[in-house]
């Protein structure tokens, strides 16, 4: 998660102090994972590193890997291959023992991260932030996801309680604003330069690539 305020600097900060990760340690990434209570009705416990720590009895394995069952397995040969892998037939078999569909636990997830991103922003910004400022979210997603995942995704958005506006990127464009945003950085790069951007992504391990002209406002 990164917020930035749209200030004279403009500086991006990093949320890196997640609850549960090692002592010491700084994280700028947030495990995408979720567990239940064992006994019915299977309430939700714990999220990112605390569910993927040490455990007690009453508390599941962790639910992970559920965000690629948000596309449906026909609707690109990457996830089809994808659909064949030790992780997905955990989360598939985690999701029928629970009575949990992905939509459930991807809102589980959501509304977790984003209550913890409110409660740090707010100690920083004031408990107030949400109405003191003007609050613009934005959502990355897979680019290979169709339009009816990516409407999916936003009503998944609205039901952990992000705002009623949201922007969905695709996580390729993401990474290429990033970098042009870096060109006062990086002074090799000039107009009419193309550059490629190269998501391999973590869950398949399939490239997709987005070409960008650098130029003059485009």
Not at 31 to 40: D, F, I, K, N
Not at 163 to 176: R, T
Request: hydrophobic content about 40%; overall charge negative.
């Amino acid at each position: 998660m990164a917020w930035v305020l749209n200030d004279d600097k403009k500086e991006i900060q990093l949320i890196s102090n997640w609850p549960g990760q090692p002592v010491l340690g700084i994280s700028n990434k947030v495990p995408t994972a979720v567990t239940y209570r064992t006994t019915e009705p299977h309430d939700f416990i714990s999220w990112g590193f605390e569910a993927t720590g040490r455990r007690n009895r009453e508390e599941s394995e962790p639910f992970t890997w559920f965000k690629l069952l948000l596309q449906p397995p026909t609707a690109s040969s990457e996830i089809d291959m994808a659909a064949h892998s030790p992780e997905l037939s955990t989360i598939t078999r985690l999701l029928e023992n629970y009575g949990k569909t992905a939509e459930d636990v991807t809102a589980d997830y959501l509304r977790e991260i984003w209550n913890y991103t409110r409660r740090q922003l707010g100690q920083i910004l004031g408990e107030n932030f949400m109405t003191d400022y003007s609050v613009r979210v934005v959502l990355t997603i897979p680019a290979v996801w169709t339009p009816s995942s990516i409407k999916l995704a936003r009503r998944l958005a609205h039901r952990a309680g992000f705002p009623e506006h949201i922007e969905l990127v695709p996580e390729p464009e993401a990474a290429a604003v990033a970098v042009l945003r870096e060109s006062t950085t990086r002074p090799h790069l000039k107009v009419g330069d193309v550059i490629t951007i190269c998501d391999a992504g973590g869950g398949t391990c399939v490239s997709y690539g987005l070409i960008l002209k650098i130029g003059n406002g485009e």
